[in-house]
């Protein structure tokens, strides 16, 4: 009988990793500064304080894999990667699935690798509500990360055919494409970035910042989940957790930095009594909602060769949409289509004939984290003017798709036509479809726990510090006091970045 | 978590492998069940409990219309008897044969032999283009691996200053 178990082999760890095999009691560990979430925020944050020559303890809810692990069985990774084998839900009509990595690197494990800083517009937005960030003082922390993790445009060979053919339309149409700036060093387009880079080329937070940080002395504890922030009166004291074998773990620290990300942050930080004057703890959820199409071709694409989202259009970025070409195994692409049986099947011969594209939206529509018998539960409802934007995304994504030379098209809406002709993807407009209508997921949730000048209104100062507390910063992408419109990592470690930096300037204050 | 099917929920799936999968992949059902259960262990545990008690459900509803249980039906009632929760009276029917169908899709096309018949191939590729990367690109690649380790303090002309 089939029972679910580790489906990666876990080999040697390197030195100052530590997971449950190395956890054979109740720990109790002290530490200058504990962090807690090892993906884009909280690496960033270990390796900068590391550096400094404080001694950090990172603790993480998932494994550790190291980029031998990462396999072609894409189930097996999604279990091991994903948090809830990445089926999470946010409550909504639709509802929204969500996925989160939950692995030593964190979502950086599993994302597609696009590395954009902060767009101006957004930061100016930022500004301009009374945070002291700007893009100008942005810019040591963008150009620092960058070096890190190696940002780079894609080498040509390594563009496939479903990049090159959305390429292709957009360039038909007049449309803005531009090269995706990525955290990588040679990809050579395995095109497996959401299930683990196999080649390691993706320079996601495991090979990094986390072995950065463990270079100058960092220790990092997976397995791990941490329960709740200890507290001395407003004072964040350190952590206490369990280890996967069961284990009670306490950390003692003299700071703690809670980089759980946007859904996790927030019911951390309930659990543990921190309470913001804002009353905002989880509120100002965005998700830039996402929605796929599949375009069908004469000619053989085999788009599961070649980098991932190789091209951003940015067309339509002013108005908050990017798309993207972004190739699927088959079997994650049999799961999102409504078919089955026989039509299943004659659908799926046609796989290789397949561009899978995508469509981020920035949305407008906020939602809630609430923190149920002390589990995080996302609420999102997608309105009606994001819902618009999406079907006007859908349309025009069709029409660069069918000037490629797409014959077919499938749409990511219950009872939807297939679309044979860019007429027909105009006339999507003709017939407004309602929110509830969309199959639509994300990678990206923000806001959370967000930064702003004024306490009565935000959860944090712009250094991640959060109000009413002591001792206690946020270090992800909870802190976004609006959606960004691009994919969010650069940001985060910026901003982490950034928040290492007033830790080290002002060490007495936190680390004394 | 652990999760087992039971008795009841392999029996129901092994039937449905034929309505949701196609025809090419019957010969696969006992290892497309068997895949179910690992990802159906990965789940939130009370999604995880949910479909458990909606399959046993999806079995003892079949008793209503054709007097015998889900697992048993022959292929035209079986078809028929999953469109009717497709198409069901109550979200609820909806979304419990939809998770089916999107478990079961998922777990047929994870089959080698699907993904050979799909073209895809990823096993070897993955192989063929990290070996290219090792060999072709080895003096960047080396010099990424030095330059994420190499120094460049945030704060140069500060020390630790911790009491």
């Known amino acids: 009988m089939a029972v679910a178990r580790p489906a990666l082999i876990e080999g040697a760890r390197p030195r100052g990793v530590f997971t449950r095999h190395d956890i054979h009691g109740d720990t109790v560990l002290d530490c200058d500064v504990v962090v807690i979430g090892s993906g884009a925020g909280g690496s960033t944050v270990a390796a900068e304080l590391s550096e400094a020559g404080f001694d950090v303890i990172v603790v993480e809810e998932g494994s550790y894999y190291a980029t031998r692990d990462f396999t072609a069985d894409t189930s097996a990774m999604v279990r091991q990667l994903y948090r809830d084998g990445g089926a999470t839900i946010a409550v909504g009509n639709p509802p929204v699935m969500y996925q989160e990595g939950r692995a030593v690197g964190g979502s950086t494990v599993i994302n597609g690798g696009m590395s954009w800083r902060t767009p101006e517009r957004v930061l100016d937005r930022w500004e301009r509500s009374g945070l002291d960030i700007s893009a100008k003082a942005m810019e040591p922390y963008f150009e620092r990360v960058e070096k890190r993790i190696h940002v780079a445009g894609m080498d040509q060979e390594a ?6 053919l959305l390429k292709k339309g957009a360039d038909a149409k007049g449309w803005k ?28 937070a495991l090979v990094s910042y986390i072995p950065r940080a463990l270079h100058y002395g960092a220790r990092v504890y997976a397995d791990v989940k941490v329960d709740r922030i200890t507290r001395h009166g407003k004072r964040a004291t350190g952590v206490m957790g369990k280890s996967a074998a069961g284990f009670n773990v306490a950390v003692r620290a003299k700071l703690v930095v809670a980089a759980c990300g946007a859904i996790h942050t927030p019911a951390l930080l309930v659990r543990s009594g921190f309470r913001s004057p804002s009353g905002r703890i989880g509120h100002n959820l965005s998700m830039h909602p996402n929605v796929k199409v599949v375009a069908i071709y004469d000619e ?16 339509f970025e002013e108005q908050g949409l990017l798309f993207a070409a972004v190739n699927m195994p088959p079997s994650v692409l049999a799961m999102s289509f409504p078919q089955r049986g026989r039509a299943l099947g004659e659908l799926m011969v046609q796989y290789d004939r397949m561009v899978l594209a995508g469509m981020l939206c920035e949305d407008t529509a906020t939602g809630r984290v609430r923190t149920i018998d002390g589990r995080p539960q996302a609420f999102y409802q997608l309105n009606e003017t994001d819902a618009a934007n999406l079907q006007r995304g859908v349309s025009l994504l069709s029409e660069l798709l069918f000037a490629s030379g797409a014959k077919r098209i499938l749409l990511p809406f219950h009872g939807a036509p297939e679309l044979a002709s860019a007429d027909d993807a105009r006339r999507l407009l003709d017939n407004r479809i309602p929110a509830k209508g969309w199959e639509v997921v994300t990678v990206h949730m923000m806001g959370t726990a967000a930064m702003g000048a004024d306490r009565s209104a935000a959860v944090t100062d712009s250094f991640g510090t959060v109000y009413d507390a002591d001792r206690l910063i946020v270090a992800d992408a909870s802190l976004f006091p609006t959606p960004i419109g691009v994919n969010p990592m650069e940001t985060i470690m910026a901003l982490a970045t950034r928040a290492a930096a007033h830790i080290i300037d002002n060490s007495r204050r936190f680390v004394s | 978590m652990t999760y087992h099917h039971s008795s009841t929920a392999r029996a129901v799936l092994r039937s449905l492998v034929p309505v949701i999968c196609p025809p090419e992949a019957a010969h696969l059902a006992d290892a497309i069940v068997d895949h179910m259960a690992l990802t159906i262990g990965a789940l939130p545990s009370l999604a995880a409990k949910g479909l458990a008690a909606g399959l046993v459900t999806y079995d003892l509803g079949a008793l209503v219309r054709y007097g015998r249980r889900a697992s048993r039906l022959g292929p035209v009632q079986a078809e028929a008897y999953y469109a009717s929760w497709e198409h069901g009276i109550t979200p609820v029917h909806v ?7 999107q478990l079961m899709s998922l777990s047929c096309y994870e089959q080698p032999e699907m993904m050979e018949a799909c073209g895809y191939r990823a096993a070897g590729w993955i192989e063929q283009v990290t070996k290219k990367r090792l060999t072709v690109f080895a003096d960047d690649v080396r010099k990424q691996n030095e330059q994420i380790l190499a120094p460049d303090p945030l704060r140069p002309s500060l020390k630790k200053e911790v009491a």
Do not use: Y
């Open chain 1, 159 to 164: 563009i496939g055919n479903d990049n090159q």
């Open chain 1, 177 to 204: 494409i531009i090269g995706n700036l990525r955290n990588q060093a040679h990809c050579v387009g395995s095109n497996r970035c959401a299930f683990g880079c196999p080649t390691g080329a993706k320079q996601s």
């Open chain 1, 300 to 315: 053989p694409v085999t788009g599961w060769k070649g980098a991932h989202q190789a091209f951003q259009v940015r067309e």
């Open chain 2, 95 to 101: 979304q419990f044969a939809k998770g089916i169908n």
